[in-house]
């Protein structure tokens, strides 16, 4: 069983940064894809940032030009890299990994950006 910890979230300001990490406990490589997905407060689910084994990293247009996604193939290890927050980026942030049609999920962690 794949297993994904998520870290850093906290609370910031709005204009702030954060850096999210999420720890695989195996190989991030074998993936065919990771991403980073965020749920807001009465809000569905809705994907931040996709990086595919192969192809070019994804964005959503709300975090174009402010997050980062990049991954550390020998720390098993997948950062988003939030810059220019904004209260409107306030959400869950949960990481994800897709092996073989399965999606795997961490337990997510929370983001609060302040005005």
């Known amino acids: 069983q794949v297993q994904l910890v998520e870290s850093g979230g906290g609370l910031v300001q709005a204009g702030g940064s954060l850096r999210l990490s999420c720890a695989a406990s195996?190989?991030?490589?074998?993936?065919?894809?990771l991403a980073w997905y965020r749920q807001a407060p009465e809000k569905e689910r809705e994907l931040v940032a996709r990086?595919?084994?192969?192809?070019?990293?994804i964005y959503s247009d709300s975090v174009t030009g402010r997050f980062t996604i990049s991954r550390d193939v020998a720390k098993n290890t997948l950062f988003l890299q939030m810059s220019s927050l904004q209260p409107e980026d306030t959400g869950v942030y949960y990481c994800?990994?897709?092996?073989?049609?399965?999606?795997?999920w961490g337990q997510g962690t929370q983001v609060t950006v302040s005005s």
């Open positions: 994800t990994a897709d092996r073989l049609g399965i999606d795997y």
């Open positions: 195996e190989n991030i490589f074998g993936f065919n894809s």
């Open positions: 990086f595919p084994r192969t192809g070019s990293r």
